[in-house]
C-alpha cells in the first residue's frame, strides 16, 4: 500500500490543522493506521492510532484530549484532526499502516508516508 499524506502547514499556537493520508493499493480496513511525528534531533514518536473500523482509537499522552484520529475507508483516507496546537506540536507527521496488532513502536509498522510538516508558532 502506497501513503501519501497532506494538510500540513504554519499555524499560531492555539489553532487547528487537519492532516490527511490518502491511500492506494491495498484496501485501506486491511490495515491499523497510526499517525507518528518527528522533531528536529528527536526520534519518531507515536501519536495516534485507530483500528481496521475507526471503532478504536488509541492516542499519545500528550495530544489526548486536543487531537483525534478517524478513517474512511470508503475513500481509503485517514485523518488527524489536530486542536490546540502548541509550539512543541512542531515536527514532521507521518501516517503509516500495520498490519498486525496495535502498537505504538515505529518498527511495527508496515508502510509509511512521507510526511508532511506541521509548523506551530507562539
Known amino acids: 500500500v502506497q501513503l501519501q499524506a497532506s494538510g500540513g502547514g504554519q499555524v499560531q499556537a492555539g489553532g487547528s490543522l487537519r492532516l490527511s493520508c490518502a491511500a492506494s493499493g491495498r484496501t485501506l480496513s486491511s490495515y491499523l493506521m497510526g499517525w507518528f511525528r518527528q522533531a528536529p534531533g528527536k526520534e519518531r514518536e507515536f501519536v495516534a492510532a485507530?483500528?481496521?473500523?475507526?471503532?478504536?482509537?488509541y492516542y499519545a499522552d500528550s495530544v489526548k484530549g486536543r487531537f483525534a484520529i478517524s478513517r474512511d475507508n470508503a475513500k481509503k483516507t485517514v485523518y488527524l484532526q489536530m486542536n490546540s496546537l502548541k509550539p512543541e506540536d512542531t515536527a514532521v507527521y507521518y501516517c503509516?499502516?500495520?498490519?498486525?496488532?496495535?502498537?505504538?513502536?515505529?518498527?511495527?509498522?508496515?508502510?509509511w508516508g512521507q510526511g508532511t510538516l506541521v509548523t506551530v508558532s507562539s
Open positions: 503509516a499502516a500495520n498490519s498486525g496488532a496495535y502498537s505504538y513502536q515505529p518498527l511495527r509498522y508496515d508502510y
Open positions: 485507530t483500528n481496521w473500523s475507526g471503532g478504536v482509537t
